[in-house]
């Protein structure tokens, strides 16, 4: 297991490095990994910021995305600390919508054509949370949004994670004002689950 301290991941940082695929108003997720579509895993983040004014935004991906390949989406073993007792260097994750601590949202494509089998079951395991979780929508300790293809019967198993991290509401995007009634889906480990078939166990949010 390695632990890297000290990051600084934003959106605006992110297209200045040339990350995203152009200067479009498309999806810009921001995290470790931007989007991830294969295995993260023995790893943790310390003292780390990760900002954006848009949305899916995690510490380690923005967005994660599971299919058929077993490995694809793969999370385990991943903590984000917040050590130390200066608060200036306390991790925090800010976005708008679809943000998590872990991840901002998790994605299930629905493409048997990729070799023909159905979507395994995913499965986040010990994933743990120390960062304050900061957005206006599906905001989540460990993650933002779970979302799955639909009339699929895909399982999401969320086992032995932990967020020790505040989630909170913005009340503001830059300099402009965030009305209240659009904040909502806010939970210490999952935000919003859309799939019948989640389960949980052994998760705690303290």
């Given at each position: 297991s390695h632990t890297i301290t000290g990051m600084e991941i934003s959106e605006v940082n992110n297209a200045s490095s040339f990350l995203y695929a152009d200067d479009s108003e498309g999806e810009k997720p921001v995290g470790f990994v931007c989007t991830n579509?294969?295995?993260?895993?023995?790893?943790?983040?310390?003292?780390?910021k990760v900002y954006?004014?848009?949305?899916?935004?995690g510490a380690?991906?923005?967005?994660?995305?599971?299919?058929?390949?077993?490995a694809a989406g793969t999370l385990y073993n991943l903590e984000v600390l917040s050590s130390g007792e200066d608060k200036d260097k306390a991790s925090s994750v800010t976005g708008k919508e679809h943000v998590g601590g872990i991840v901002g949202y998790l994605q299930g494509i629905n493409d048997t054509s990729l070799n023909g089998s159905t979507l395994p079951a995913i499965?986040?395991?010990n994933l743990k949370n120390e960062a304050k979780v900061t957005g206006i929508k599906y905001i989540g300790g460990i993650v933002g949004e779970v979302r799955t293809p639909h009339n699929t019967q895909v399982s999401v198993t969320i086992t032995d994670c932990e967020n020790?991290?505040?989630v909170y509401a913005r009340t503001k995007v830059g300099t402009n004002n965030v009305d209240a009634k659009k904040c909502g889906f806010i939970g210490g480990i999952t935000g919003y689950a859309a799939n019948m078939?989640?389960?949980?166990d052994g998760s705690k949010n303290t």
């Open positions: 579509f294969g295995s993260v895993h023995d790893l943790s983040l310390d003292q780390i954006s004014n848009s949305d899916k935004v380690f991906c923005g967005v994660n995305v599971c299919s058929y390949d077993d499965e986040l395991s020790k991290g505040a078939y989640e389960a949980g």
